[in-house]
């Protein structure tokens, strides 16, 4: 099948989230991943659960990553105005030498407003945000590919910048643009190497890659379509139900709809291995050649990694 396929870290405990990651790359997963978030968006997943909060993204991962020695690292996704794009362009070449080149670079713009105006961020309406996103990629890029970089824009400037030393994959580490409105999707197609949407439906995700096709022109062979998606196992849709249910308390479904993501949860892969995997292909045959998957049980994550994985090489 050849599909790149993600493992998702969930904001848990140091040491669990160790285990999550050597567990992925034992299990043969391609990379693994986390969310950017200041504050926890969501309800405790469990009921009567504690709100855990949530880590600091770039620290995670660079941990992980030295724990790990093989498997790939990125997030799901980063928000340049939380870091500045001058910096966090520094942060990635030493993320991605220290690793021995295996970060990837997602961005986006952000949608959570509280954390925004609890950390003193910059707010704007998203077409807004989108051009401060579309700066801040212009800066990381010629950060990572020029000797010096001098840049006036609107949002961002920088002057005779330099960062030394380079990442090590060359010409720069692939830079993913997150979202699916029409500005992200042109977004991605003008200054990303691939674009990263969340939970739609097969049919949804061809018009997407049909939009994006005509957006590439030539570039379209090497350009990246990711999608991040629930995995849940279960015998049939209706358990699969029964089992989100069970396992996410009504506050976080709650948490997920205020968030405009309720979609997600609900255009997720289930069933049986077989349908899981079934399904898949119908995503790769839409244009997916990436997949971040995303558990909320653990023992799916295990089937997942025996049944599934295998026979998506």
Known sequence: MNLEVGFFIPSVP???????????????????????HMMNPFAPMQEGSPDYGAHEAWTMMSFLAGATSRI?????VLIP???????????????????????DLTIGAGWYENEFH?????????PERLEREREAVQVIRSLWREEKTTF??????????????KPQQLPTP???IAGDSRRSIQLAADLGDGLLVHGHQPHSIAKMHSTLSSMLGERKARFG??????VVLA???????RKVERLISPQARKSFASAGIRHELNNRIAGTPQQCLERIREYQQAGVNRLITIFIDPEDARIFAEKILPHCR
Not at 72 to 76: E, K
Not at 118 to 126: G, I, S, T, V
Not at 152 to 165: D, N, S
């Open 118 to 126: 609890a950390y003193n961020f910059p707010w704007e309406k998203q």
């Open 225 to 230: 379509f990711g999608m991040a998606a629930f």
């Open 152 to 165: 006036q824009g609107k949002y961002y400037q920088v002057t005779e910048a330099q960062v030394l030393p």
């Open 14 to 36: 140091p040491e669990i989230a160790v285990q999550m990651a050597l567990q992925a790359e034992k299990d043969g997963f391609d990379f693994i991943t986390c969310d950017d």
């Open 72 to 76: 790939s690292v990125s997030h799901m």
């Open 174 to 176: 692939p830079i993913w």
């Open 81 to 103: 105005t939380f870091r500045g794009p001058a910096l966090l362009a520094k942060m990635g070449a030493t993320l991605d030498l220290f690793s021995g080149g295996r970060m």
């Open 235 to 241: 015998a049939d849709e209706d358990e699969a139900t």
